[in-house]
Nanobody, 128 residues
Framework: QVQLVESGGGLVQAGGSLRLSCATA????????MGWFRQAPGKEREFVAV????????SYADDVKGRFTISRDNAKNTVYLQMNSLKPEDTAVYYC?????????????????????WGQGTQVTVSS
């Protein structure tokens, strides 16, 4: 079992920055591909970013490319999401998710169904 705990959310003005963290406990963090997802009120959960277990590959949703950066520190069992140039439409609950990176991908790493482990979420609110 993998336990995920997000932190770093809060209220920020448009154009500002936040860094989310997701600390893990349990099995070996370094073998897990880590993703960030978000869900705004009244909307479906959507993919934000992913970093593979090797750390060699990252991918982003189109609307966050160039603004958000995902990274990982295996020594600290933590994945980060640096969010810059925040917009009101980035307001959502942000969730980190984990999957065994050595397992085959059924659909795509942008699909939440690929991730069996989820954190409780952290609220990000961007004011205009």
């Amino acid at each position: 079992q993998v336990q995920l705990v997000e932190s770093g959310g809060g209220l920020v003005q448009a154009g500002g920055s936040l860094r989310l963290s997701c600390a893990t406990a349990g099995r070996t963090f370094s073998r897990y591909t880590m993703g960030w997802f978000r869900q705004a009120p009244g909307k479906e959960r959507e993919f934000v970013a992913v970093i593979t277990w090797t750390g060699l590959s990252t991918s982003y949703a189109d609307d966050v490319k160039g603004r958000f950066t995902i990274s990982r520190d295996n020594a600290k069992n933590t994945v980060y999401l640096q969010m810059n140039s925040l917009k009101p439409e980035d307001t959502a609950v942000y969730y980190c998710a984990a999957r065994d990176g050595t397992m085959p991908v059924i659909r795509a790493l942008s699909s939440g169904n690929e991730y069996p482990y989820w954190g409780q979420g952290t609220q990000v609110t961007v004011s205009s």
